[in-house]
């Protein structure tokens, strides 16, 4: 556990408007290195604090066309809620926003987490998302998660996506070279579709 790099955010969150242009992809990099870091009391605390969360919402708002600052904090925003259920209406609408983001590194970040957040479930565009996820460069990526995605909602899925659904597995399947597990775990979806 690194509980100086918990420390230095703490710090650097005290005034935050203060953290300058210079230092803050320095913070954003940290950030999602423990947010990603193993789970502990250290990091849950800081995490699951409301006020680490409007601070870091405030930091996407200020850097929104900063790509980089995005990204990480997309990352630790979809880390957060993930491990430390940390989730609300504005974390959420942030992930949406950035849906069809120009950079596909931000897409790709938002792909990851997006479909794991409560408020996806009830997303009116959420097929038509989930459907072109595997599209999203790099596609050996895009397509874990949409894999990911259906296997959370297999029992979900509206008749009108299925073939198209199965039809993304299957191409998936045939472009990687996926181990024999995984493929069986593939295989086993898209059966349970059909099903």
Partial sequence: ?????ITFLEEKFKEIEKISADEILSV???LV??????FNTLRKDFFENEDVITKIMFLAKKHESDDKILNNIISTLGFSATMYKINNEEIFNLF???INHSSNKIKISV???????PQFDNYDGKWDYIISMPKIPPKKSSGLFFFHAIKKNFDKIPDEYREKIINNLNSH???NNLVEDTRNKYLSLIEKIQN
């Fill in 96 to 98: 949406k926003k950035n």
């Fill in 173 to 175: 399947i045939e472009k």
């Fill in 33 to 38: 290195s423990e947010s990603s870091g193993e």
């Fill in 1 to 5: 556990m690194n509980m100086k790099k």
């Fill in 111 to 117: 792909a990851r987490f997006i479909h794991k957040l």
């Fill in 28 to 30: 954003t990099k940290i």
